[in-house]
């Protein structure tokens, strides 16, 4: 699988199927024009000329995807991941915005390491932004310097890997972000509970030998975050859901008209506990894998329209971090480019305006992005995938520089075709 990058003036994509929700064009279709970096006409047929014509059978276009929460280990741990490598990677797998995490070293708790960030996303064939950390260098301790890092073009604030343990913290942080209308997101994990645990405390855990992670741990974080939430009127984005009563309590919270959003892993749907029996270290991930009840009622989520993203929770480890005992190996699966082959293969009869939802449109709505709707004069931020090809991706194919990845050599059936972004189209071969 290789790609092709073509950089011309005006770019034509012939007959795609436009899918939308806030598009007039929704569900047709379509000729689309671009030039430079907008869309210039849409078109039942384009008889005019264009610099580079794009045919791509079965093809559906959506605003470009987003992914939410990626770490891309760039400031300080390159040997996993940089940022030309994870963009790489992200374009592969459908996405032309991702949000990166703050856990890198140094930390992105100031507004010099978001201005990093800012600077390297130029360079870059997609846009990556940086979250800024709730607290200083993700201790947990002290607020980070929000106001700044949101001036100088920090998406949302998040500790990321360090779930907020502190409810006065996060409570401050709840109150801090209403000055700009930010977004605090946050990975359910009361560490207290859970802090020797490798997977998802029950009877196998227990069969295994190996301490566990209870569902309880993510369920009273969820329910805390929810009262603070409820007592601050703020944003709140939970990330990582993985148990059926977590997804339950933001359910109930949603109807009660709290501002409130969620996002899911592709692996949370696809893998259980089950998949642990041999100790494989590439399923070992944080949230842990859950139950099969679990997966139903996150599948079910998805599918009812609670659940507003999809978030691969990249996380690349080196060969030494996953090529040990179980106890010790590091968590985390790089995930990025197959995100959406997953999702597709899980759930193929999801209409193609909600798989737009989940990757793009709710994104941009909740953290305030632009919207790229697909019509004349907006900007071309495009995904162009299919439903019908098949995604097969190899270790030597990835674009990631790590391999920690469990959906190797899967067949899954969906694939990205291709995205535009910055005025130029990247074609999946």
């Given amino acids: 699988m290789h790609q092709n990058i073509i950089d011309l003036m005006t770019i034509l994509l012939r007959q795609v199927k436009i899918a939308d929700p806030r598009s007039p064009h929704n569900g047709l279709v379509r000729d689309i024009l671009i030039k430079d970096d907008k869309i210039d006409s849409i078109a039942e047929k384009f008889t005019g000329k264009a610099d580079q014509i794009v045919e791509l059978s079965n093809a559906i276009v959506s605003p470009g995807f987003v992914d939410p929460f990626v770490q891309f280990c760039?400031?300080?741990?390159?040997?996993?991941?940089?940022?030309?490598?994870?963009?790489?990677?992200?374009?592969?797998?459908?996405?032309?915005?991702?949000?990166?995490?703050p856990n890198t070293q140094p930390v992105v708790d100031n507004k010099s390491q978001v201005t990093y960030i800012k600077q390297h996303s130029q360079d870059l064939p997609i846009h990556v932004l940086p979250i800024g950390a709730l607290s200083k260098k993700v201790e947990g301790k002290?607020?980070?310097e929000m106001i700044d890092?949101?001036?100088?073009?920090?998406?949302?604030f998040s500790d990321g890997l360090y779930p907020v343990?502190?409810?006065?913290?996060?409570?401050?942080?709840?109150?801090?972000?209403?000055?700009?209308d930010g977004v605090v997101i946050q990975m359910p994990i009361d560490k207290s509970l859970g802090s020797l645990g490798l997977m998802n405390e029950g009877i196998l855990s227990t069969k295994l030998g190996l301490p566990g992670i209870p569902a309880i741990a993510e369920e009273l974080i969820i329910s805390r975050?929810?009262?603070?939430?409820?007592?601050?009127n703020s944003k709140l984005h939970i990330t990582g859901v993985s148990t059926a009563k977590g997804i339950a309590l933001i359910t109930a919270a949603k109807k009660e008209g709290l501002n409130l959003t969620c996002s899911v892993t592709p692996y949370h749907l696809f893998f259980t506990e089950?998949?642990?029996?041999?100790?494989?270290?590439?399923?070992?991930?944080?949230?842990?894998?859950?139950?099969?009840?679990?997966?139903?009622?996150?599948?079910?989520?998805?599918?009812?329209?609670?659940v507003d993203c999809i978030s691969s929770h990249h996380m690349p480890q080196d060969w030494d971090g996953k090529t040990i005992e179980f106890e010790n190996a590091k968590a985390g699966i790089?995930?990025?480019?197959?995100?959406?082959?997953?999702?597709?293969?899980l759930l193929p009869k999801l209409s193609e305006q909600r798989f737009a939802e989940l990757f793009s449109t709710n994104a941009r709505h909740i953290f305030g992005l632009n919207t790229a709707t697909i019509d004349a004069g907006a900007n071309a931020e495009l995904t162009i995938f299919s439903k019908k090809e098949i995604t097969k991706l190899s270790k030597s194919a990835s674009k990631s520089k790590s391999a920690n990845s469990p959906f190797w050599d899967i067949s899954l059936t969906g694939k990205i075709l291709a995205t535009l972004t910055k005025g130029k189209i990247n074609i999946n071969h």
């Avoid at 089950?274 to 944080?286: R, S």
């Fill in 274 to 306: 089950d998949d642990l029996k041999d100790y494989d270290t590439l399923l070992k991930v944080f949230p842990p894998l859950r139950t099969k009840q679990d997966q139903k009622a996150l599948l079910m989520a998805v599918e009812s329209g609670i």
């Fill in 74 to 101: 760039d400031p300080g741990m390159e040997h996993r991941e940089t940022l030309t490598t994870g963009a790489a990677a992200a374009q592969m797998g459908g996405f032309t915005t991702v949000f990166a995490l």
């Fill in 334 to 345: 790089a995930a990025i480019e197959t995100s959406f082959a997953t999702i597709h293969h």
């Fill in 165 to 180: 343990q502190s409810t006065l913290l996060f409570l401050k942080a709840l109150q801090y972000v209403k000055a700009f």
């Fill in 142 to 144: 002290d607020l980070a």
């Fill in 225 to 232: 975050d929810i009262e603070l939430l409820k007592y601050t």
């Fill in 149 to 156: 890092m949101h001036s100088n073009g920090a998406v949302a």
